[in-house]
């Protein structure tokens, strides 16, 4: 009972109050906003990993503390997208401010919080969608094809190839559906970082800084899981939902993964040749409009370490 009774008390002691309470006004004040104004969400998210972050590196018994007053608040506005982004917030608040403790470099906190994320997003839209919240994406999908059919058909171009050409679609969209979460969950991270590490650091929380990006490096083995999904995309149907589920997205995240690459490799090569800031300019669009080269060149980077020749 001595030892119970002692821990209590060590913990409540550890509790920044003064921390604590303006932590949890911060985050009830977020979710009071989102709640009454949804179309603040885009403003205030990037931010409201702030409090949080702050707590988990600060004082951890503080964060769980103000981590039960937020959700409990939250639950009390009966809002299931608000509390399943607010949980979410909370989780990438530790993972930020976890990786913040370890001196991890910047750009591997992008990686790993956006790979956290992208599971634990997806996962909550599975849950959302079993607890019926949100209605199943083959079934919005088949809604928005029957109306771009009705389209057709009341304008009297309805053909057989248009109809199957409308229903691969939708198949293709569908299935590719978590690539584009994972690309907004990457989105949201870099915003997150970019906006949050310079307050951050007028608290005093240690935080890393970008490397400049000719200095990105993936690792290897990234072109080798790329070069082994594209070849078994090459034996999967479209009847195999499941894998060519996983196989589709799983290319569609490595494909923007290397062309990051591509274009570290050439920010290096406009440095080195101390070209003109326009011709760097143009050299990227260039790397837009061209995707499959720049998947190449960055590939080739990957690979061979193109950056070295580049240098010498």
């Known amino acids: 009972?001595?030892?119970?009774?002692?821990?209590?008390?060590?913990?409540?002691?550890?509790?920044?109050?003064?921390?604590?309470?303006?932590?949890?006004?911060?985050?009830?004040?977020?979710?009071?906003?989102?709640?009454?104004?949804?179309?603040?969400?885009?403003?205030?998210?990037?931010?409201?990993?702030?409090?949080?972050t702050i707590l988990w590196y600060r004082s951890k018994p503080s964060f769980f503390v103000t981590v039960v007053v937020t959700l409990c608040a939250t639950v009390l506005f009966n809002n299931m997208f608000l509390l399943t982004a607010m949980?979410?917030?909370?989780?990438?608040?530790?993972?930020?401010?976890?990786?913040?403790?370890?001196?991890?470099s910047?750009?591997?906190?992008?990686?790993?919080?956006?790979?956290?994320?992208?599971?634990?997003?997806?996962?909550?839209?599975l849950i959302l969608q079993?607890?019926?919240?949100?209605?199943?994406?083959?079934?919005?999908?088949?809604?928005?094809?029957?109306?771009?059919?009705?389209?057709?058909?009341?304008s009297?171009?309805?053909t057989t190839e248009i109809e199957e050409a409308l229903r691969v679609s939708m198949e293709i969209l569908q299935v590719s559906i978590p690539g584009y979460i994972i690309l907004w969950v990457f989105v949201?991270?870099?915003?997150?970082?970019?906006?949050?590490?310079?307050?951050?650091?007028?608290?005093?929380?240690?935080?890393?800084?970008?490397?400049?990006?000719?200095?990105?490096q993936i690792n290897r083995s990234v072109a080798f899981v790329f070069v082994i999904t594209v070849l078994v995309s090459l034996f999967v149907s479209k009847e195999n939902v499941v894998m060519y589920g996983i196989v589709t997205n799983l290319q569609f995240v490595l494909e923007w993964v290397i062309?990051?690459?591509?274009?570290?490799?050439?920010?290096?090569?406009?440095?080195?040749?101390?070209?003109p800031i326009i011709v760097g300019v143009l050299i990227f669009v260039m790397a837009f409009i061209f995707k499959p080269f720049a998947y190449l060149f960055g590939l080739m980077d990957i690979w061979f370490n193109l950056k070295q020749r580049i240098k010498k």
Not at 29 to 46: D, E, G, R
């Open 188 to 216: 949201l991270v870099l915003v997150n970082l970019l906006v949050t590490f310079p307050i951050l650091r007028k608290f005093k929380v240690a935080t890393p800084v970008f490397r400049p990006l000719f200095m990105w």
């Open 87 to 104: 949980t979410l917030m909370v989780f990438m608040s530790v993972f930020i401010g976890q990786l913040l403790l370890e001196r991890t």
């Open 259 to 275: 062309f990051i690459q591509a274009l570290s490799l050439f920010h290096l090569y406009v440095k080195v040749k101390k070209l």
């Open 156 to 158: 009297g171009n309805l």
């Open 1 to 52: 009972m001595f030892k119970l009774d002692w821990e209590v008390k060590n913990l409540s002691f550890k509790v920044d109050i003064k921390a604590t309470i303006i932590a949890t006004l911060a985050l009830v004040l977020s979710v009071v906003v989102m709640n009454f104004a949804p179309y603040l969400v885009i403003i205030i998210l990037p931010f409201i990993t702030i409090p949080g």
């Open 106 to 125: 910047k750009e591997r906190i992008l990686y790993l919080v956006t790979s956290f994320m992208s599971i634990l997003t997806i996962g909550s839209v």
């Open 130 to 154: 079993i607890t019926g919240n949100i209605p199943l994406t083959s079934k919005l999908f088949s809604q928005y094809q029957d109306v771009l059919m009705s389209y057709f058909q009341m």
